[in-house]
């Protein structure tokens, strides 16, 4: 996949707990686990809007975009 969540790593930048953003959010632990590993088709704003409320971040900061090899070797 060429989206790569970053949420782990603005986690541990602001020392943050998953199971504070969890709570925060309004989802359970373990779908927040499915989103930091990358595991879900889609997020809803609402979602990445309250994630980057309490992380003080920008969505940019969450997601980064890495082309795959194959894919834009096809082009």
């Known amino acids: 996949m060429a ?6 790593v603005v986690l541990a930048l602001r020392k943050a707990k ?3 953003l ?3 959010v309004g989802i ?4 927040l686990s499915l989103l930091k590993s990358g ?9 990445l809007d309250k994630i980057c409320q309490f992380l ?3 969505p940019g ?3 980064a975009y890495e082309p795959d090899v ?3 070797s096809s082009r």
């Open 3 to 8: 989206v790569v969540v970053r949420l782990d």
């Open 22 to 24: 969890a709570a925060h």
């Open 61 to 63: 900061d969450l997601l």
């Open 39 to 47: 595991r879900v088709k889609g997020i809803r704003f609402e979602t």
């Open 56 to 58: 003080d971040c920008q």
């Open 28 to 31: 359970t632990e373990t779908n």
């Open 70 to 72: 194959d894919s834009t």
């Open 18 to 20: 998953s199971k504070d």
